[in-house]
């Protein structure tokens, strides 16, 4: 098991969410990770990191896999400009590498915002660290272990 997927499993369990990852295949898109698990897109809790331009801070934004992040408005929530994140500042503020960026078990805690539309649903689907494991969840589980702020940052 990855290092990555040994900090979400124990995220999980340390949260109190009786969940575990399953390795489902590689998905490079919300709709083929829905294709793989046998929801809808938006059932996919994309994990977004941008960079802060005046922080250089990793900000994650989690939202339904149908949607995309506004930039004007997850700019105007993080208090900053916003900037594309590149693989070093994923890896090194998160430990995750793009493809496979869970919302849970970072080795350092973003200031993280949580798309409403996920809340539609009774259970969503993560990335759980690798591009090949996803976790089931409730979305109120995923906005707590997270650490998120629900806000209206999408397009």
Same mark, same amino acid.
């Given at each position: 098991?990855?290092?990555?997927?040994?900090?979400? /499993?124990?995220?999980?369990?340390?949260?109190?969410?009786? /969940?575990?990852?399953?390795?489902?295949?590689?998905?490079?898109?919300? %709709?083929?990770?829905?294709?793989?698990?046998?929801?809808? /897109?938006? %059932?996919?809790?994309?994990?977004?990191?941008?960079?802060?331009?005046?922080?250089?801070?990793?900000?994650?934004?989690?939202?339904?896999?149908? !949607?995309?992040?506004?930039?004007?408005?997850?700019?105007?929530?993080?208090?900053?400009?916003? =900037?594309?994140?590149?693989?070093?500042?994923?890896?090194? %503020? /998160?430990?995750?590498?793009?493809?496979?960026?869970?919302?849970?078990? #970072?080795?350092?805690?973003?200031?993280?915002?949580?798309?409403?539309?996920? !809340?539609?649903?009774?259970?969503?689907?993560?990335?759980? =660290?690798?591009?090949? #494991?996803?976790?089931?969840?409730?979305?109120?589980?995923?906005?707590?272990?997270?650490?998120?702020?629900?806000?209206?940052?999408?397009?």
């Amino acid at each position: 098991m990855s290092k990555s997927l040994k900090r979400v /499993t124990l995220a999980l369990q340390e949260g109190g969410v009786d /969940t575990l990852p399953v390795e489902v295949g590689q998905a490079t898109t919300a %709709q083929m990770a829905a294709d793989l698990v046998g929801c809808t /897109t938006d %059932q996919i809790a994309k994990s977004i990191i941008f960079r802060g331009e005046e922080s250089g801070a990793a900000i994650l934004f989690i939202t339904a896999g149908g !949607n995309r992040v506004d930039d004007a408005k997850a700019s105007a929530l993080a208090g900053e400009p916003l =900037g594309k994140a590149d693989a070093g500042l994923i890896r090194t %503020q /998160t430990g995750f590498a793009i493809g496979g960026v869970s919302p849970v078990g #970072h080795l350092t805690r973003p200031r993280a915002f949580f798309d409403p539309r996920l !809340n539609a649903f009774d259970q969503v689907w993560a990335a759980a =660290g690798t591009p090949r #494991h996803v976790f089931p969840i409730a979305p109120a589980d995923l906005l707590r272990l997270s650490g998120a702020q629900e806000a209206d940052f999408t397009a």
